[in-house]
Nanobody, 121 residues
């Protein structure tokens, strides 16, 4: 059984900062890519940022320069530092991990339940 749990969401004023965390737990053998996605009301889920096991990162154009993704491989945790937040950043934020659990033979994607971020103007 694998579980991803996000934390760190909340209400913040425009221009403020938040740090999201996502910890993966369970019988995990290896994690490759991890990432953050978001879904605003009435919109499709979209990529925010990803990070490979080697630390290579990729960001959506809408957040470049304001957001930093990082990970702690020893803790199976991925972070999202968000600065200069805007009202349009308001969304539910989900983490995803591509991992292989003990006893499996292939990688699969696992999602967290999401954490809400609200940015007031």
């Amino acid at each position: 059984q694998v579980q991803l749990v996000e934390s760190g969401g909340g209400l913040v004023q425009a221009g403020g900062s938040l740090r999201l965390s996502c910890a993966a737990s369970g019988s995990i053998f290896s994690i490759s890519a991890m990432g953050w996605y978001r879904q605003a009301p009435g919109k499709q889920r979209e990529l925010v940022a990803t990070i490979s096991s080697a630390g290579n990162t990729d960001y959506a154009d809408s957040v470049k320069g304001r957001v930093t993704i990082s990970r702690d491989n020893a803790k199976n945790t991925v972070y999202l530092q968000m600065n200069s937040l805007k009202p349009e950043d308001t969304a539910d934020y989900f983490c995803k991990a591509r991992l292989i659990y003990t006893g499996s033979v292939y990688y699969a994607d696992y999602w967290g339940q999401g954490t809400q971020v609200t940015v007031s103007s």
